[in-house]
Structures are given as C-alpha cells and as structure tokens.
C-alpha cells in the first residue's frame, strides 16, 4: 500500500500563497490519482482538488477555482496544492488522498480513497 505524508502547511496572511506538499512512498504514485480533501472544526471533510495518474485532468471545487493548482511529478513521486490568493474560509487541516484508478479517471469524494495522509495545517489570518 502507499503511504502519504504532507508537508508545508503553516500561518499566513489572507490573500498569501502556500504551496502544500504530499510525499508518497511504498508504491509508485503514479498508480493512483490524487485528491486533496480539507477539514475545518465542526465542519465535514470536502473535497478540494484531484488529479488523475498522469495529471492530465483535474477537478477543483468552485471555491477554490483560479485560485488553487494541483499538480503532480510522478518522477518524484510527489504532488503539490498551490494555494494562492488564500481566505480565512480555507483554513483547515488540509489531507492528500490516493485511490487506485484506471489513468485517465479521478475521484472527488472522500469515500473514493482508500489512502490517506495525516494531515496539515493552514492557517489564514484576516
């Protein structure tokens, strides 16, 4: 099985830039299309931003349009959420997911993936 581990969360200033990183290890990720998922106190998991195995597709939830990028480096066996442009309302605890899929598909609920990360932690202030 993969293991996920994310890095880079932090405090920033709203309208600041993080960059979010997910280190996979135990499978190569490319076999996996990714997701990254947050969760505010009291508030239910949702999703943010997927990916598929080879990073050409992508899905962003409409809060986070133009203003979030997921990317991926297979070779690295790595992927990243540029936040950029960041709001009180993003912060939480942001989680990278895997889910094993065919190439070209992508999972958006939480459901879907069978790997998760521990999590890290953004914080926004106004």
């Known amino acids: 099985q993969v293991s996920l581990v994310e890095s880079g969360g932090g405090l920033v200033q709203t309208g600041g830039s993080l960059r979010l990183t997910c280190a996979a290890s135990g499978r190569t990720l490319s076999n996996y299309c990714v997701g990254w998922f947050r969760q505010a106190p009291g508030k239910e998991r949702e999703f943010v931003a997927a990916i598929s195995r080879g990073g050409e597709r992508t899905y962003y939830a409409d809060s986070v349009k133009g203003r979030f990028t997921i990317i991926r480096d297979n070779a690295l066996n790595k992927a990243y959420l540029q936040m950029n442009s960041l709001e009180p309302e993003d912060a939480a605890v942001y989680y990278c997911?895997?889910?094993?899929?065919?190439?070209?598909?992508?999972?958006?609920?939480?459901?879907?993936?069978?790997?998760w990360g521990q999590g890290t932690q953004v914080t926004v202030s106004s």
């Open positions: 997911a895997a889910d094993r899929v065919k190439w070209a598909e992508v999972t958006t609920t939480p459901n879907g993936y069978d790997y």
